[in-house]
């Protein structure tokens, strides 16, 4: 069974940071690009973050420089570090892994808020 479960999510003041994670199983995980996409309220998806077919790391432009993707192949787990967080970050963080198919997590939920 295939599960993508996240996780770190929460309440942080503006400037605060939050490590999110995405835990895998049910499928060859080094072989999926993986992703970070948001969805704030009224908004559509978007993709935060990613890892290309060839290992490198692409970024949406309003986070460049502040969140990092990473991910451990051992432990079948991806990473996004958000630091400097501001209100406009406020979202549902999904995790995604594409490949031969693609898959989605449920989402975890980011507040960022004084």
């Known amino acids: 069974q295939v599960q993508l479960v996240e996780s770190g999510g929460g309440l942080v003041q503006p400037g605060g940071s939050l490590r999110l994670s995405c835990a895998a199983s049910?499928?060859?995980?080094?072989?999926?690009?993986m992703s970070w996409y948001r969805q704030a309220p009224g908004k559509e998806r978007e993709l935060v973050a990613g890892?290309?077919?060839?290992?490198?790391?692409n970024y949406v432009d309003s986070v460049k420089g502040r969140f990092t993707i990473s991910r451990d192949n051992a432990k079948n787990m991806v990473f996004l570090q958000m630091n400097s967080l501001k209100p406009e970050d406020t979202a549902v963080y999904y995790c995604?892994?594409?490949?031969?198919?693609?898959?989605w997590g449920k989402g975890t939920p980011v507040t960022v808020s004084s």
């Open positions: 049910g499928f060859t995980f080094s072989t999926y690009v």
């Open positions: 995604n892994a594409r490949g031969l198919f693609d898959y």
């Open positions: 890892f290309n077919i060839y290992g490198r790391t």
